[in-house]
């Protein structure tokens, strides 16, 4: 590389001189140079080697083996373990081992000793430079950055060997590039405790915000998160509302008489909370959690909800048209369209229009050790096909929307009153967990007015953007 008049040029073997200005990323100081990567090494040539003629007492290095962003080495396999039968790249003890593959990864090592890796991994000596320094230089944000620019392949991207060749490098003098290395050496131990700490630190933070979320969801369901309306109708006024539209489904033939059960929840005199079903009323206080508002009610899930129903067991096809929800798709982050099967497309007739997920139906998981309570919300626009069923493992809740948030209920079945006793309600073995149907439709919950409820959502929505 020439520099003249604060201009950078380039000349080749034949004679011919370019100006590379607008390739130079920063200055150097002086007694620097700028070089072609491929003026040291050859990004497009390693030694290759036929797997079955190697000593299986011989390193062999995998991508895996190498630690990201450390330029560590996490583990050091022999030969003799692999059935890998494709050549390997030949190194020897000193070599910069890079990988081509992924360079976001990092993974870049200096080899400890003779040995062999696989064709994604390329062996350099640089010879005229320090090889720590080289790899240092390898491993910086800049050239990260620049084997990115122009990787090949979307998934799986790979810095082709061009693009290695023609990179620069910035040569210090072979003294200073010592220096370089020393003192990055000497940073080492306070690198690797930074790294530690951070770790902790990382862990602390995702504890303190699930702690938090989990707070904010406890006052919300428990009327502390926004204040009470005068204005708003009291829940007892939504029951009532909710129990004549039962009536009005049950006249139409829509719903069985034996759905419609007049129970109602009330916290007697001595401030205990008792049940009228029919003619009979129980003291019920054991199983209320906590106290609410006075315009709240605890309800049973069943008296507010439409339809409460496990989905059923599906013929699978691989034609992608009728897809199945099953408990996968349903994941805290949220709902995953893109991990459900499909149904024989023959089979829809048999499901009725019941079974067909409606716009913002409750999908409770509702079998299996570690996946027993997950819940998540069906919104029709993340489903691209023209509808879903949803299989076994999955009740759906199905609430009277006009008067029951749909979010609300999520916010309050995924909280830490709800989460903490699941697995104590449900039937079964440890491994083979069961959710009931009764269960969920018994379940208490406490029901604000349905503006408070709107309120809640927006406020937990407002608070978990900041959490994140």
Not at 123 to 137: E, P, S, V
């Amino acid at each position: 590389m020439l520099s003249w008049f604060n201009s950078y040029y380039e000349k080749f073997a034949d004679g011919k001189v370019v100006c590379i200005d607008e390739e130079i990323p920063f200055e150097l100081p002086n007694g620097w140079e700028w070089c072609r990567l491929g003026n040291l090494v050859d990004f497009s040539k390693s030694k290759s080697v036929k797997a079955n003629s190697i000593d299986p007492n011989s390193w062999l290095l995998d991508l895996e083996d190498i630690e990201k962003d450390t330029g560590k080495l996490l583990q050091k396999k022999r030969m003799g373990t692999t059935t890998s039968i494709s050549d390997k790249h030949q190194f020897e003890k000193g070599n910069v081992l890079y990988s081509k593959l992924r360079p976001y990864l990092n993974k870049v090592i200096i080899a400890d000793e003779d040995g062999y890796c696989t064709s994604e991994i390329l062996c350099f000596d640089f010879g005229m430079i320090y090889n720590k320094y080289a790899q240092l230089f390898l491993m910086s944000p800049f050239f990260v950055e620049y084997a990115m620019s122009d990787a090949y392949g979307v998934k799986m991207p790979r810095l082709g060997s061009k693009q290695g060749n023609n990179g620069l490098i910035p040569i210090p003098p072979r003294e200073e590039q010592n220096r370089i290395v020393n003192f990055i050496n000497s940073l080492e131990p306070y690198i690797e405790k930074y790294s530690h700490a951070q770790d902790s630190l990382d862990i602390i933070n995702k504890e303190v915000i699930s702690t938090l979320k989990k707070s904010i969801l406890q006052e919300a369901i428990q009327g502390k998160l926004v204040p009470q309306n005068d204005s708003d109708d009291p829940a007892t006024i939504l029951l009532q509302r909710v129990k004549e539209e039962k009536l009005r489904l049950v006249a139409e033939g829509k719903l069985k008489k034996k759905d419609v059960i007049d129970s109602t929840i009330f916290k007697g005199d001595d401030n205990k909370y008792f049940e009228k079903m029919g003619k009979g009323t129980v003291c019920i206080d054991e199983e209320i959690p906590f106290d609410i508002p006075e315009t709240w009610a605890w309800v049973r899930l069943d008296d507010i909800c439409e339809y409460i129903q496990r989905g059923k067991s599906p013929k699978y096809s691989p034609i992608k048209k009728y897809p199945v929800i099953a408990q996968k798709c349903n994941q805290w982050s949220g709902f995953s369209i893109d991990k459900a099967q499909f149904i024989v497309p023959e089979t829809i007739s048999s499901y009725g229009e019941e079974r067909k997920l409606q716009d913002r139906d409750l999908l409770w998981n509702s079998t299996g050790l570690g996946t027993l309570g997950r819940m998540a919300i069906y919104y029709s626009k993340l489903n691209p096909y023209e509808l879903a069923v949803a299989d076994s493992h999955i009740t759906v809740i199905r609430a009277f929307n006009q008067y029951v948030y749909p979010e609300y209920l999520y916010a309050y079945f995924t909280s830490y009153t709800v989460q903490s006793v699941i697995e104590d309600k449900s039937d079964g073995s440890t491994k083979q967990k069961e959710l009931a149907t009764n269960t969920v439709k018994t379940y208490l919950v406490p029901l604000p007015p349905y503006e408070e409820q709107i309120r809640i959502v927006n406020r937990i929505d407002e608070v978990f953007k900041h959490l994140k």
